[in-house]
């Protein structure tokens, strides 16, 4: 779907017996990492973004455990839904509405390049799309 990419993570560590290393946002200029952890049953995002924050413009995450159903939409009328495991990326672009569910207990990560701001948050409603 257009304004919507996921992709699985590669370990640069392949064929360690101690397990994988995954190195993430590498080479983005960062401002913060925001952890989020969500309870199996949970619904979350439930929203677009229109870019005012460069952050939102695209928005990144990195599923580090568990499993979620995602369901966006396109200003282009298009739709998509699937299920994300961990050690997925996925860039969700502007103008994308998303919605999470979660399908076990999740963990994932956003990467911003700027810090978030409470009082000028780029989420719009469902409502507004």
């Known amino acids: ?3 919507l990419k996921i992709e699985k993570a590669t370990s640069v560590s392949l064929g360690d ?3 994988g290393t995954f190195e993430l946002f ?3 200029p960062g401002r913060q990492v925001t952890l989020y952890k969500r309870k199996k049953g949970a619904s979350f995002a439930n929203h677009f973004h229109k870019g005012i924050d460069p952050s939102k413009d695209p928005e990144l995450f990195f599923v580090v455990s568990g499993k979620v159903t995602l369901f966006a939409k396109n200003k282009h009328g298009e739709e998509f839904e699937c299920t994300v ?3 997925t990326f996925l860039t969700i672009d502007k103008n ?3 919605e999470f569910v979660a399908l076990t207990d999740v963990v994932f990560l956003e ?3 700027t810090q978030f701001d409470s009082d000028n948050s780029d ?3 469902k409502e507004e799309y």
């Open 1 to 3: 779907m257009k304004g």
């Open 17 to 19: 017996v101690r397990g």
């Open 26 to 28: 590498k080479g983005m």
């Open 85 to 87: 495991e961990d050690l």
């Open 96 to 98: 994308v509405y998303h």
């Open 111 to 113: 990467y911003r390049c």
């Open 123 to 125: 989420c719009f409603s």
